[in-house]
């Protein structure tokens, strides 16, 4: 930067200046400096240097447009976007080629034989998709299924669903699944119709139903909305039979065993989690702690052990933690204090 | 230092990184809705453009360039899209589409305690701006309020740096004729003026 050119500049030449611009909306030592210097040297150009200055800053003061409220939501579009989007990325690498392999391959290629499809180094991509403690959040899947996710889940499928190979889906935490159905005829099921859910070591088989699955503490249980399941096991053992489930159907396994199996009287009640209601049936204090653990992310420490076998008899339905905890301390006529960090101590 | 931190962060999203891919999403989202709104006061428009442009970063992410500024390629690309989705838009309601269908508008909100003096060069500079036409606009825009220089301006505008330079002169030119040399501004600011 040199003073001479600036002694014959005009308010017009200041204003396209690049060291000028510069130094009006972001003044660093160095051109402050300067310009100090060469407002010394030359006093006659300091009204036009101020004025040029002004203006800059001038129309910087204008409105700020960020849609702060949106950020979130749109978010969650892009994302399920993405999960539905085929996926067009694949490496394509041809290792170590010598001069006479490529005019082979050449020949190859002419000959008709896709040689492109064998040194094709196909990797399907993992999608992944977690939840924080207290989140709930729906994912689409490629082939337009949807999952919702309960808080502390999550949920990992390969990014391409072949045309003929059985759509699989691994989950950990809660899951509501609504199946897209492919399956016309029962009795002809191609390998593309099959969706199969992983949690734990259960194998849950679907053809196009609504059902909630939950994996926590070593237990998996799986109720079913509407359509029809069926359930095997990761490793299959002598004793563990198949079990086919019709709408209305609850069950529970631990450490690979049946523990039960129920009709629900009110399938729909467990799937109110994915409109952030919280519900429960015939609730004992320990299965509500361990809600208030799994999804909220809160400790829980209970004075004595009996006061976990206390249980609430018919429906509890909130819309949040302050509300459940209220229930809980008029119906169970117990003492519940909350600490900040989300510890929460229960005691009589 | 920023944009290094910034490059770090696309070779990573190129790579596949989730994490690195939602950070680009959080630090660019208010300032590409900012520079959206110039366009258009559609803020679903706008969403819409946002949501296409990062849906599409992921698909290609292999097949993406080393930009050396990660916030003007992204500028770029939402310029494009949005005025492509304008278009259309326009091209649904009936409207003319002229060579440059869309505006540039900046807006200013009246804030208490400011100097006479400020306010009234504030009111200056808003009506000046007011009266060029769009491209002119868009440019004092990226000039005096991004802080750019001619050949990124020229890049994100897709227009020739040649171009970029005789734009601006000529929104320039309209600026000094009315902050030149006026008595009335002069009296104003309690300067005086020699050129």
Redesign the interface.
Known sequence: MNFEKYTQFTLQDFLADDDFIQWAIKPTEENIAFWNAFLVAHPHKEDMVQKAADTIKQYRQQDIFSNESRKNLLWQRIESSIATQPVITSHRRVVGLTAFMRVAAAVIIIGGLSFWMISRNASPEQYSFATAFGEVKTITLPDQSQVTLNGNSSITYSGSWKKNAAREVWIKGEGYFNVTHLNNDSMHIKPAERFIVHCGDLNIEVLGTTFNVKARHGKTNVALITGKIKIDYATAAVENKTIVMAPGDYVEYKASKLVAAKKLPKPAQVSTWTVNEITFTDATLKEIAETLQDNYGYTVSVKEDSLLRLKIEGDISVNNITDLLDVLTTSLNITIQQSAGKHITISK | MRNEANSALWHSFKQ?N?EAY?SL??DY??LL??YG?KFTRN?NL??DA??DL??RL?????NLGNPVSVKNYLYKSLRNTLLRKIKTEEKYTGMDAEEYPFGFE????N?GGMAIE?KE??EK?KAI?NTLPPRQKEI?YL???E?L??DEIADIMSISINSAYKL??KA??N??QT??PSPLLGIF?G?????
Request: no cysteine; glycine share 6%; proline share 2%.
């Open positions: 596949g989730w939602t999403y959080n989202y208010s809705n900012n709104y803020s706008i969403e946002i949501h990062f849906v992921w698909a290609s992410r292999e900046v807006s200013y909100s804030p400020e060069l504030r500079v701006i004092i000039r005096f309020y802080g220089s001619y601006l002169y320039l030119e600026l000094q902050l030149g600011l300067l005086s003026y020699f050129s």
